[in-house]
Nanobody, 125 residues
Framework: QVRLVESGGGLVQAGGSLRLSCAAS????????MGWFRQAPGKEREFVIA????????YYADSVKGRFTISRDNAKNTVYLQMDSLKPEDTAAYYC??????????????????WGQGTQVTVSS
């Protein structure tokens, strides 16, 4: 049973930075594509960023390009989301997710079969 636990959320002023972590249980973490999604109140969950199982490929939503970076440490079973130059519109609950199959479209929620419980990020103006 794979379990994902996010941490690192909080309140930050616009222009500031946060780093989210997602710790995974299980010995096969290194084979999963990992993604981060976010959901603001009243809105659908949306793709933010993803990283291939090797770490060699990354995928970004246009809204976060140049500001957010994803990385992974397979030895620690952890994926990270570094968020810089935060904006109030980045305010949302952030979820990490695992794609254990290796689907080609990393932007779709339905291609991820394991989800964390989420961590709240609030950016004040």
């Amino acid at each position: 049973q794979v379990r994902l636990v996010e941490s690192g959320g909080g309140l930050v002023q616009a222009g500031g930075s946060l780093r989210l972590s997602c710790a995974a249980s299980g010995r096969t973490f290194r084979t999963y594509t990992m993604g981060w999604f976010r959901q603001a109140p009243g809105k659908e969950r949306e793709f933010v960023i993803a990283i291939s199982w090797t770490g060699g490929a990354t995928y970004y939503a246009d809204s976060v390009k140049g500001r957010f970076t994803i990385s992974r440490d397979n030895a620690k079973n952890t994926v990270y989301l570094q968020m810089d130059s935060l904006k109030p519109e980045d305010t949302a609950a952030y979820y990490c997710a695992a794609d254990r199959i290796g689907y080609q479209d990393h932007r779709q929620t339905y291609n991820y079969d394991v989800w964390g419980q989420g961590t709240q990020v609030t950016v004040s103006s």
